[in-house]
């Protein structure tokens, strides 16, 4: 399989170069040339495997002869053994038409696991091989993260040899529960940095670094973020798993997507290239809306960051739309680089008729407000005995409001265990969900982090003086 990026300009990789490199040398992001289409037997014949095996089924043809199929499975064997649910991502009725697809079981309880405890050893096979195409041997990780990515990121690859890990959050952003769970790893190769400003801003930084050639020339920069192709692949999984079990192929099933970079819900947009059967995409935002003003009228322009009771999704610029705008646009790079250097410019752009049709054809969004994220955290309790995260409400909110045809099913991804925002589910249900055993002791941990100014410079000096040089 060759990987292109979004804006035409860039090498063309095979997945073990797309997974190092993380974000093209042009700025865009990488996708697979075309898409693998499976066909309706070949998806009945996934039904009924275990995960881990269901897992490297769907990722081999993205793979293609980076890994042999056996080795694939060997590592989504280890990733998906770390799981303390043994279905991975169980499936929940919550009534007649609404589901739950619980994604976080893994070790820092977000769905950012099932993709990153993968993506850790992907990093470690990769880099242990003998320099194939003059590839990197060591990586410098740059990331930013609103609250999940980094501890799922940080628990990936901590001690890792040939990797460090530099995470860039939102000071003061992120629930205590997400910053400790980052900020009291200890590792030597774990560098966690408070910035003040917001998401976009830590983001920025990192798309900026990646395209900094004073750095570049020294460190071999690679990601985590969902700007990685290998964060998105290991995410279309799931999206298989639960339509399996709702009858695919030979039924429909929609899903809704709490949704904040587009990296989840483009997971299932792949899906539906592959050919699993996809009544409908549900973007489910909050009042940090971009994304639902710019599927529903074709205006992409990005406000200040609002901070809510679903920090994550605080996201106002967000990186996987690119991809979808490339893919639904007619895959023209030369044109996307354009619109999307008008974007950066002016934190504005429309939509094309092209890519607003093309989107309109699977996707749907809606937004959920405080109140109505609220009232989806009370409804999940008191109707199905629940206790949902702030950021799966405001995704059951959206699917219960989307007016999907009552004999399709519709599930909601869990995108986070209630517990990692005690505060906000017990001021809607009177419940304080309590941490798993496994994460128990996290507030006696000792927390390690440096605090910087929102300045590129002084985050990229504190990178390059702590970061190992190329090998
Ligand atoms: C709990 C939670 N829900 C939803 C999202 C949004 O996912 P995405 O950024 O892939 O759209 C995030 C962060 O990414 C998250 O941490
Ligand atoms: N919500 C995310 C933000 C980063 O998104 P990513 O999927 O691109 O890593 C977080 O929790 O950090």
Same mark, same amino acid.
């Not at 919550?94 to 739950?100: H, R, V």
């Not at 934190?347 to 054809?361: D, F, P, S, V, W």
């Given at each position: 399989?060759?990987?292109?990026?979004?804006?035409?300009?860039?090498?063309?990789?095979?997945?073990?170069?797309?997974?190092?490199?993380?974000?093209?040398?042009?700025?865009?992001?990488?996708? +697979?040339?075309?898409? /693998?289409?499976? $066909?309706?037997?070949?998806?009945?014949?996934?039904?009924?495997?275990?995960?881990?095996?269901?897992?490297?089924?769907?990722?081999?043809?993205?793979?293609?002869? $980076?890994? $042999?199929?056996?080795?694939? #499975?060997?590592?989504?064997?280890?990733?998906?053994?770390?799981?303390?649910?043994?279905?991975?991502? +169980?499936?929940?009725?919550?009534?007649?038409?609404?589901? #739950? #697809?619980?994604?976080?079981?893994? *070790?820092?309880?977000?769905?950012?696991?099932?993709?990153?405890?993968?993506?850790?050893?992907?990093?470690?096979?990769?880099?242990?091989?003998?320099?194939?195409?003059?590839?990197?041997?060591?990586?410098?990780?740059?990331?930013?993260?609103? @609250?999940?990515?980094?501890?799922?990121?940080?628990?990936?690859?901590?001690?890792?040899?040939?990797?460090?890990?530099?995470?860039?959050? +939102?000071? =003061?952003?992120?629930?205590?529960?997400?910053?400790?769970?980052?900020?009291?790893?200890?590792?030597?190769?774990?560098?966690?940095?408070?910035?003040?400003? $917001? !998401?976009?801003?830590?983001?920025?930084?990192?798309?900026?670094?990646?395209?900094?050639?004073?750095?570049?020339?020294?460190?071999?920069?690679?990601?985590?973020?969902?700007?990685?192709?290998?964060?998105?692949?290991?995410?279309?999984?799931?999206?298989?798993?639960?339509?399996?079990?709702?009858?695919?192929?030979?039924?429909?099933?929609? !899903?809704?997507? /709490?949704? @904040?970079?587009?990296?989840?819900? !483009?997971?299932?947009?792949?899906?539906?290239?592959?050919?699993?059967?996809?009544?409908?995409?549900?973007?489910?935002?909050?009042?940090?809306?971009?994304?639902?003003?710019?599927?529903?009228? =074709?205006?992409?322009?990005?406000?200040?960051?609002?901070?809510?009771?679903?920090?994550?999704?605080?996201?106002?610029?967000?990186?996987?739309?690119?991809?979808?705008?490339?893919?639904?646009?007619?895959?023209?790079?030369?044109?996307?680089?354009?619109?999307?250097?008008? !974007?950066?410019?002016?934190?504005?752009?429309?939509?094309?008729?092209?890519?607003?049709? @093309?989107?309109?054809?699977?996707?749907?969004?809606?937004?959920?407000?405080?109140?109505?994220?609220?009232?989806?955290?009370?409804?999940?309790?008191?109707?199905?005995?629940?206790?949902?995260? /702030?950021?799966?409400?405001?995704?059951?909110?959206?699917?219960?409001?989307?007016?999907?045809?009552?004999?399709?099913?519709?599930?909601?991804?869990?995108?986070?265990?209630?517990?990692?925002?005690?505060?906000?589910?017990?001021?809607?249900?009177?419940?304080? *969900?309590?941490?798993?055993?496994?994460? @128990?002791?996290?507030?006696?941990?000792?927390?390690?982090?440096?605090?910087? /100014?929102?300045?590129?410079?002084?985050?990229?000096?504190?990178?390059?003086?702590?970061?190992?040089?190329?090998?």
């Amino acid at each position: 399989m060759e990987y292109i990026s979004t804006r035409g300009n860039a090498p063309v990789l095979d997945f073990e170069g797309a997974t190092l490199a993380g974000l093209a040398s042009d700025g865009g992001l990488y996708v +697979p040339r075309e898409w /693998p289409r499976f $066909s309706k037997d070949e998806i009945a014949a996934l039904a009924g495997l275990p995960y881990a095996e269901l897992a490297a089924k769907v990722m081999a043809p993205f793979v293609g002869e $980076s890994l $042999s199929y056996e080795r694939l #499975l060997e590592l989504t064997t280890a990733a998906y053994g770390r799981f303390s649910h043994a279905a991975v991502t +169980p499936l929940k009725q919550l009534d007649e038409q609404q589901w #739950l #697809l619980e994604l976080f079981h893994g *070790p820092t309880l977000a769905f950012k696991d099932v993709a990153l405890q993968l993506l850790g050893l992907l990093f470690e096979e990769f880099l242990g091989r003998e320099s194939k195409n003059g590839g990197p041997q060591n990586l410098t990780i740059v990331g930013a993260t609103s @609250g999940d990515t980094g501890s799922a990121a940080i628990d990936a690859v901590a001690g890792r040899a040939k990797v460090d890990i530099f995470m860039l959050h +939102p000071k =003061g952003r992120v629930s205590d529960v997400q910053r400790r769970q980052m900020t009291t790893v200890l590792a030597p190769n774990v560098y966690n940095i408070a910035i003040e400003g $917001s !998401f976009d801003d830590a983001q920025a930084m990192v798309k900026r670094i990646f395209n900094d050639k004073a750095v570049t020339d020294r460190f071999n920069i690679g990601a985590v973020n969902s700007i990685n192709w290998a964060r998105l692949m290991a995410q279309v999984v799931y999206y298989f798993a639960a339509a399996l079990q709702l009858g695919a192929p030979h039924r429909e099933v929609a !899903f809704s997507v /709490p949704t @904040g970079n587009f990296g989840d819900v !483009f997971a299932g947009y792949v899906a539906a290239q592959m050919g699993l059967p996809i009544a409908r995409l549900i973007v489910a935002t909050n009042v940090n809306d971009i994304l639902h003003r710019a599927l529903s009228t =074709g205006d992409y322009s990005a406000g200040t960051v609002t901070p809510t009771a679903a920090p994550s999704m605080d996201i106002q610029v967000s990186s996987n739309f690119e991809r979808l705008l490339f893919d639904v646009g007619g895959r023209d790079g030369v044109a996307l680089a354009e619109q999307m250097a008008g !974007f950066e410019a002016n934190k504005a752009m429309t939509l094309t008729n092209a890519q607003r049709e @093309g989107a309109a054809a699977l996707f749907v969004s809606a937004r959920a407000d405080a109140d109505e994220m609220a009232q989806a955290i009370r409804w999940g309790w008191e109707a199905a005995g629940e206790l949902l995260d /702030p950021h799966t409400a405001i995704g059951i909110h959206a699917a219960r409001n989307a007016g999907i045809d009552a004999s399709t099913p519709v599930v909601t991804l869990a995108t986070a265990h209630p517990a990692k925002f005690p505060d906000a589910v017990e001021r809607s249900t009177g419940h304080r *969900p309590g941490l798993p055993e496994r994460v @128990g002791d996290l507030f006696e941990r000792e927390e390690r982090y440096a605090e910087l /100014p929102g300045d590129y410079d002084a985050v990229c000096a504190y990178v390059t003086q702590r970061a190992t040089a190329k090998a």
